[in-house]
């Protein structure tokens, strides 16, 4: 089975603090992403990585960053953190150049900003 | 912009009955069609795929794919209280830089004792 994981279910963080959310998934998969949710909006891609070191920005990449030094692991900084980034952030993988394949969720990070 | 779009609901049903969810979506080059189930604050679970016109059952969930009515559904037989849960639709297209998932806001299901 597909395990993405990621390093905090909660997190409670202070407004302008800088905020690392870190993934790992363990199947070799080429893509991730980052995702936040917010009641009523649904799943909002933030940034995705279709390699090591590639990015390309998702539908609300402002206020964020990512980092992918290595093939397992795709992180997202909060460069400073503001009330309005509380939210559950979803990590996700899934191989490329196959479509036929779902993506996988890691369990989330509840991350409030006070 | 793709976009996939769902009836947000809340839809209700009584237990036994059959629940049916409904997702179209706008991109006609869009290949490979899932289904997740979300269960209130947790992460997104998938329980069916479709990648061919037709229907593809298992067990109690059906999931139907029309590709020239652009529209997808999934159907669950015999609904228990345990399905409550949000039901998203998500749609896969390989762009230049890999693949791309489009997700629909989703649909809240209560299925009724």
């Known amino acids: 089975d597909v395990k993405v994981t990621q390093s905090s279910r909660y997190l409670v963080k202070r407004t302008g603090e800088k905020v690392f959310l870190e993934c790992v998934q363990d199947?070799?998969?080429?893509?991730m992403f980052w995702y936040r949710q917010d009641p009523g909006l649904g799943l909002r891609l933030i940034y995705f990585?279709?390699?090591?070191?590639?990015?390309e920005k998702g539908d609300i990449p402002e206020g964020y960053s990512v980092s992918r030094e290595k093939k397992e692991r795709f992180s997202l900084i909060l460069e400073s953190a503001s009330t309005n980034q509380t939210s559950m952030y979803l990590c996700?993988?899934?191989?490329?150049?196959?479509?036929?394949?779902?993506?996988?969720f890691g369990d989330g990070t509840r991350l409030s900003i006070l | 912009q793709k976009e996939v779009e769902q009836n947000s609901g809340p839809l209700s049903v009584p237990e036994g009955a059959i629940a049916s969810l409904n997702c179209t979506y706008s991109?006609?080059?869009?290949?490979?069609f899932f289904w997740y189930r979300q269960y209130s604050g947790k992460s997104p679970e998938l329980i069916m795929s479709?990648?061919?016109?037709g229907d593809k059952e298992d067990g109690r969930f059906t999931a139907q794919l029309n590709k020239a009515s652009q529209y997808v559904s999934l159907l669950i037989r015999d609904s228990q209280p345990s399905d409550s849960a949000t039901y998203l639709c998500?749609?896969?297209?390989?762009?230049?830089?890999?693949?791309?998932?489009?997700f629909g806001t989703g649909t809240s299901l209560t299925v009724i004792p």
């Open positions: 199947m070799d998969h080429e893509n």
């Open positions: 996700a993988s899934s191989p490329i150049d196959r479509e036929n394949q779902p993506q996988h």
């Open positions: 990585s279709y390699d090591v070191k590639m990015k």
């Open positions: 991109d006609r080059v869009s290949q490979s």
């Open positions: 479709i990648y061919s016109n």
């Open positions: 998500a749609v896969n297209s390989l762009q230049n830089t890999g693949n791309q998932f489009y």
